[in-house]
């Protein structure tokens, strides 16, 4: 249906057998009905070529597929790529092997969708689960400046949910993710709380500043382990599921 357009012209013969076709001036109607034929398969390649710009948008590299109706889904593709082959190198210094999935990365059209779509509350910037990650629309998360690292944040997750099976606790997945993503001038030394209290800080947020406060506790307890161990020994933890830390 794609191909070039062809009209048949009738025969004389046709023309001969429905004559009630041609009218008083064959060729004037003849005309109109080629002209209509005409229009009615330009209009069913718009349709076709419309349908093909929307897929489009969904654009994939060797590891990620992206959804998003904008024109930036090359560079959202080679950041992606850029950073996984960054994280999977610091996995591969310290030994680990890992399967690391390919992933869909669907920007929502609209905070709307993004709430429909993942259950979580609209002040968050996205979700991963599994072989997914959802997202905030785009325009949103540049408007914050955040795309880059909230990219980043979750393919860590992505990462340490390989690591560990999805049995990572929240504090140590949350604190490394912000750590790897670069998050961490956003979020201010607080008291030290626990594992255990990070834990039920990040389940029981209400609210923007909750979360936030429990992020900064994750972050920074996981910043101290890194500085009293070692980014490589934390690394190994996750591989171990060796999740229990002194404060």
């Known amino acids: 249906m794609a191909g070039s357009l062809s009209v048949a012209c009738p ?3 046709q023309r001969a057998s429905h004559p009630h076709r041609l009218g008083n001036n064959g060729r004037r109607t003849l005309d109109s009905e080629r002209e ?16 093909a710009a929307t897929v489009a948008h969904g654009q994939q590299s060797s ?7 904008s024109h930036d889904a090359k560079y959202i593709l080679d950041l992606l790529e850029r950073d996984r082959s960054e994280l999977l190198q610091r996995v591969s210094n310290v ?17 709307g969708d993004f709430v429909a779509r993942t259950g979580m509350p609209s002040w ?16 949103i998360l540049r408007q914050r400046r955040i795309l880059e690292t909230t990219l980043r944040h979750e393919l860590a ?15 140590l997945a949350e604190g490394m993710a912000i750590y790897l993503a670069g998050e961490g ?11 255990a209290n990070i834990e039920q800080a990040l389940a029981a947020a209400k609210s923007t500043a909750d979360m936030k406060t429990a992020y900064a506790a994750a972050y920074h307890l996981v910043q ?3 500085h009293r161990e070692g980014e490589n020994k934390v690394w190994k933890r996750l591989a171990d599921r060796s999740y229990s830390v002194t404060s």
């Open 95 to 111: 030994g680990i092997d890992v399967r690391f999935p390919n992933l869909k990365v669907v920007f929502n059209a609209t905070t």
């Open 36 to 51: 209509k034929d005409v229009m009615i398969k330009y209009l069913l390649l718009i349709v076709m070529f419309g349908s």
């Open 63 to 69: 590891h990620f597929r992206v959804v998003a109706d």
């Open 157 to 171: 997750h992505a990462l340490i949910d390989a690591l560990g099976n999805g049995q990572t606790p929240r504090w």
């Open 124 to 139: 968050t910037s996205a979700a991963t689960r599994k072989d997914k990650i959802e997202l905030q629309p785009l325009a």
């Open 185 to 195: 001038r956003r979020f201010k030394q607080t008291n030290a709380m626990s594992a």
């Open 11 to 13: 025969t004389r013969h």
């Open 224 to 226: 101290e382990l890194i």
